[in-house]
């Protein structure tokens, strides 16, 4: 079975057996905020996945970074929409009076199915404080 992975903002069906990203966010100074995570489930049948144990690369220099236990509910462009599913949430906070450009990286270990071997997927998160 297909596994899928819910960036906060929407969906991205990953297709590779390993994966480097960049992601850009702009975030407010002096504000907590979500910059990402994903939601882990089969895409047929909407059952849980694993929640892989994502290392921090790289720490942010200008601000903390925090990896929290996320539900949501899946949406109206699923196969199940309102299920409840489980997954992580990215929050960084920037460091009081930040402006400017600071950076995190994540590595996530994913098997794609339970007989494929673990890639490793590097997500950058470039983050502008505004």
Known sequence: MYRIIAVAAGLALLTGA???ETIERTVKANTVSAIGGFLGYEVDTCYPS????VKVRQAPTNGTFQI????????????CPGTKVRGLAYVYTPKKGFKGMDEVVLDIPWSWNEVSPQAIMTHTYRIRVE
Do not use: C, Y
């Not at 929290?68 to 196969?79: I, V, Y």
């Open 68 to 79: 929290r236990p996320h539900e949501q509910a899946l949406g109206k462009d699923t196969r």
């Open 18 to 20: 390993a994966s480097a």
């Open 50 to 53: 694993n929640i892989p144990d």
